[in-house]
């Protein structure tokens, strides 16, 4: 079956650390992978996708990268802002695009 | 341009009552889906609705139904509340058969259902 698991929170950095969040995932077929990302009190907004192996996406200076060989879609950004505190899923949609699968969710605190 | 709206926003029910939640689509999209949010938890996919009938359905029982009508917007209904049920409710929308793709979705901001 389909699954996505994610890094276990919370995590606390401080402003300007690199960070990383791991994801890895289960599939058959080649789903496409999505970060998302909740801020407090707002719905899910995409962060970044990837459709297939070997892409990468980026948005905010956010980055992922899609590595089928290590079933692994993990979020990166280099320089962290206290904007950034929130809680990011990471999910795929099965071969057919209609149903996604979301991660438990990874909440991170950005300290000034 | 509106996003993905819902409601109402929160909601308070008993056990074994019955609710309905509704949602409008973002501008463009004719593809709604449905989700169950428990606290702590990522997203649980319910259904997805595409053309006024049931394209895809999780693993949720027939408890849960919903309906979509001919201007894109949606209905979630549960009936038979259970205390469980109690969850974030989100919707979200997506544009089939454009460049943009049905898994790009996007979600509006919930509806919060307590079951006492």
């Known amino acids: 079956g389909n699954s996505v698991t994610q890094m276990e929170g919370p995590v606390t950095l401080s402003e300007e650390a690199f960070l990383t969040i791991n994801c890895t995932y289960t599939a058959t077929g080649y789903p496409s992978l999505f970060w998302y990302v909740q801020y407090p009190g707002e719905g899910l907004q995409l962060l970044l996708k990837a459709t297939k192996a070997d892409d990468k996406g980026s948005n905010k200076g956010f980055e992922a990268t899609y590595r089928k060989e290590t079933t692994s879609f993990h979020l990166e950004k280099g320089s962290v802002q206290v904007s950034d505190s929130a809680v990011y899923f990471c999910a795929l949609s099965d071969y057919s695009g209609n149903q996604f699968y979301f991660g438990t969710g990874t909440s991170l605190t950005v300290i000034p | 341009d509106a996003g993905v709206t819902q409601s109402p926003t929160h909601l308070i029910k008993t056990r074994g009552q019955q609710v309905t939640l509704r949602c409008s689509p973002k501008s463009g999209h004719d593809t709604v889906s449905w989700y169950q949010q428990a606290l702590g938890q990522g997203p649980q996919f319910i259904f997805q609705y595409y053309e006024e009938e049931e394209r895809q359905r999780g693993n949720f029982p027939d408890r849960f139904s919903g309906h979509q009508f001919p201007n894109y917007s949606s209905e979630l209904n549960v009936n038979a509340l259970l205390l469980g049920d109690s969850a974030l409710y989100l919707c979200?929308?997506?544009?089939?058969?454009?460049?943009?793709?049905?898994?790009?979705?996007?979600f509006g901001p919930g509806t919060r259902l307590t079951v006492l």
């Open positions: 979200a929308s997506s544009p089939f058969g454009t460049e943009e793709g049905t898994d790009t979705q996007y």
